[in-house]
């Protein structure tokens, strides 16, 4: 079946130091979407990516969508603990949303 | 905008007895809900897709007879767990869009935990 594979499963950083998460698709995706859901809480809702080779950003934030839609990434530049939480990745594909595992970005102490 | 609220934020139940869990959209019309289940650091499983005025199409393995969804307006819809057990005990989580493949905008969660 269709599948979202998201790495790594964790990563530990210091903070101030750069952090990346990324999604691999068995398929071509529609769109690709990101939710960050805060230890304790629910996924929220960041950014959707649609075109080939897209790139966006959100402050320190960067999404990457790549030019064959099967592949995109977040990376976090200079993580702040406020970062904390995991990030999922979820494709669109035939009209469902595939969700990758999610990455947890833990900054060390 | 784009306020989703779920109802209760959590429920304790027996074995045997149902459950329903609400989600509504606050702020604008949904014509397409989604549930999720998550289990403790995983990640979210979504149950069903259900659109406004038509039948939920549940994922495979999701049995559509113990999981009842309604949604009967577009701005609401509920999840009925049907003689919950504790192997039902998790995070559900709902989401509400205004297509079938725009953005998702997810409630806060209901916590289910069965006795």
Request: with cysteine.
């Amino acid at each position: 079946g269709q599948q979202v594979m998201q790495i790594p499963q964790y990563q530990h950083v210091q903070e101030g130091e750069d952090f990346t998460t990324y999604c691999n698709s068995s398929t071509t995706l529609s769109n690709i979407q990101w939710y960050k859901q805060r230890p304790g809480g629910h996924p929220v809702f960041l950014i959707q990516l649609v075109k080939s080779g897209e790139v966006k950003k959100q402050k320190r934030l960067t999404f990457q969508f790549g030019e064959a839609k099967k592949n995109s990434s977040l990376h976090i530049t200079a993580t702040q603990t406020t970062d904390v939480g995991t990030y999922f990745c979820a494709g669109r594909s035939n009209y469902q949303l595939i969700w990758g595992a999610g990455t947890k970005l833990i900054i060390k102490p | 905008g784009a306020v989703v609220s779920q109802h209760p934020s959590r429920v304790i139940c027996k074995s045997g007895t149902s459950v329903k869990i609400e989600c509504r959209s606050l702020d604008f019309q949904a014509t397409t809900m989604f549930w999720y289940r998550q289990f403790p650091k995983q990640s979210l499983m979504l149950m069903a897709t259900s659109n406004e005025g038509s039948k939920a199409t549940y994922e495979q393995g999701v049995e559509k007879d113990k999981f009842l969804i309604n949604h009967a307006s577009l701005t609401l819809s509920t999840l009925t767990v049907t003689s919950a057990h504790p192997e039902d005990s998790s995070f559900y989580i709902c989401s509400a869009s205004t297509s079938g493949v725009g953005t998702q905008y997810f409630g806060p969660g209901t916590r289910l935990l069965v006795l």
